[in-house]
């Protein structure tokens, strides 16, 4: 289970067909240094650092937290790592682990807000991704099919009032017959009832994620990650 975590709406009043995409992610850091954002697509630096999206700080309860935002095409891809950098954007310190993998839904027809809350990847969290471990001690310890969350809701009328949230989460040792749940306070979420919970997708590489329409009068929303036999 995943420590809980919440997530408030934004919207974005753009008549460009493009969409907000925002990055948020609580990290404190020393005199001098700033958060950055470097991506393998155009916006983000495509894959230098010293061309990556500087974040601002801002203090939120007892957390600093790092954000920025850029405008992107419906149906925009990357992958993306956070970066630790001095006044002239010199790395001195990565994040561990995978570079994580973004996709804007091609459903959205912009002007929309899509909202990335991240969180650092520490060397703790990285030793699953070695070679030691993906290769021997999880090597075939699961065999899960490939899904794709759905990504498309047939009924207009109902996005207008709701929201398109993207669910996400790496589950590295995942044994037979597991599958993974996200519970929450909107009904979409199951009101914290296991039964009526969102079933997430396996789409490869230890992610699993799933799309979820929820009504705007339901946000701020709270919810947890949950793993059941």
Known sequence: MMNLESLSLSTSKSN????????SIPYFTHWGQSLL????????????VKKG????????????IWSGCVSVPPGFSCEYFYYVVDDLKNVLRSEFGMKRKLVVPETLTGGESVQLRD?????????????????????????????????????????????????K????????????????????LGKWKV????????????IWEADCLIPKADFPIKYPFFTFF
């Not at 070679?131 to 990504?151: C, T």
């Open 119 to 167: 969180l650092w990847q520490s060397g703790d969290q990285a030793l699953p991704f070695r070679s030691a471990f993906k290769d021997v001690i999880f090597h075939h310890s699961f065999d899960v099919k490939v899904e794709r969350p759905l990504g498309v809701f047939e009924n207009k009328s109902d996005q207008d009032d709701s929201v398109v949230v993207q669910f």
């Open 53 to 64: 999206l500087l974040l601002k700080p801002s203090q939120q309860d007892d957390q600093l």
């Open 169 to 188: 989460i790496c589950c590295p040792d995942i044994g037979d017959g597991t599958s993974v749940y996200v519970l929450g306070t909107p009904a979409k």
């Open 37 to 48: 954002v470097c991506g393998s697509a155009p916006g983000l630096g495509s894959g230098n």
């Open 195 to 206: 039964e009526n919970g969102l079933r997430l997708n396996y789409v490869d590489d230890s």
């Open 16 to 23: 460009k067909p493009m969409v907000s995409l925002s990055f």
